[in-house]
């Protein structure tokens, strides 16, 4: 088993930055693809930013190309989503999850998932 916790959401002025992190126990780091999704009520949960083991392939939603970074430290079993240039848009619930595989960009793909943490946006 693996537990996620996420931490760094929060109010942040729409142009100004945020840096969430995520830290697991319970399992080697570097043998998770790991990922952040996010979601609004009523909406279905999506991708945002993801990365394979050991943290060398790294996919991004087009929305958040250029603005947001997906960064781990194995040695702290943290995985961070440094959020840059956010916008009104960025506002959701956003969650960890980390995979016993390659992951992906579905929810499906993903075996452990943390409780969330909210990032607000102000306009």
């Known amino acids: 088993q693996v537990q996620l916790v996420e931490s760094g959401g929060g109010l942040v002025q729409a142009g100004g930055s945020l840096r969430l992190s995520c830290t697991a126990s319970?399992?080697?780091?570097?043998?998770?693809?790991l990922a952040w999704f996010r979601q609004d009520p009523g909406k279905e949960r999506e991708f945002v930013a993801g990365v394979s083991w050991g943290g060398e392939l790294a996919d991004y939603r087009d929305s958040v190309k250029g603005r947001f970074t997906i960064a781990v430290d194995n040695a702290k079993n943290t995985v961070y989503l440094q959020m840059n240039s956010v916008n009104t848009e960025d506002t959701a619930l956003y969650y960890c999850?980390?995979?016993?595989?390659?992951?992906?960009?579905?929810?499906?793909?993903?075996?452990?998932w943390g409780q969330g943490t909210q990032v607000t946006v102000s306009s």
């Open positions: 319970g399992r080697t780091f570097s043998r998770l693809a």
């Open positions: 999850a980390a995979a016993n595989g390659h992951g992906g960009v579905w929810p499906r793909d993903y075996d452990y």
